[in-house]
């Protein structure tokens, strides 16, 4: 079992920023990548980026590239996601993600949310404009 908080969300204009975390308080070996996604309201959950764990790999998804960075910190089990320049379609509920798969290609990253294992609760972002 994996145990996942996230944290960071909050009410920002646009243009402004926000950074969110994930921290896995337990072990974290096994993990092959973290993922954030993001779901609307009436909407279906959307991959957003992701970060392998032991290699430095990321892959983002074409609406956030230039604007968010994802980043960990293996000594704290913690990654991040740094969103600059919000947008008001930015807004949703944010939810990290853990890919537990034993993959050949340590550089491999999937952005299909049922092949992530295990998702924290959430934390709300909004973007005004």
């Known amino acids: 079992q994996v145990q996942l908080v996230e944290s960071g969300g909050g009410s920002v204009q646009a243009g402004g920023s926000l950074r969110l975390s994930c921290v896995a308080p337990?072990?974290?070996?096994?993990?092959?990548?973290m993922a954030w996604f993001r779901q609307a309201p009436g909407k279906e959950r959307e991959f957003v980026a992701a970060?392998?764990?032991?290699?430095?790999?990321?892959k983002y998804a074409d609406s956030v590239k230039g604007r968010f960075t994802i980043s960990r910190d293996g000594a704290e089990n913690t990654v991040f996601l740094q969103m600059n320049n919000l947008k008001p379609e930015d807004t949703a509920v944010y939810y990290c993600?853990?890919?537990?798969?034993?993959?050949?290609?340590?550089?491999?990253?999937?952005?299909?949310?049922?092949?992530?294992?295990?998702w924290g609760q959430g934390t709300q972002v909004t973007v005004s404009s």
């Open positions: 337990g072990r974290t070996s096994g993990v092959h990548a």
């Open positions: 993600a853990t890919d537990l798969t034993w993959y050949s290609e340590l550089y491999w990253i999937t952005s299909r949310a049922s092949d992530y294992d295990y």
């Open positions: 970060i392998t764990w032991k290699v430095d790999s990321t």
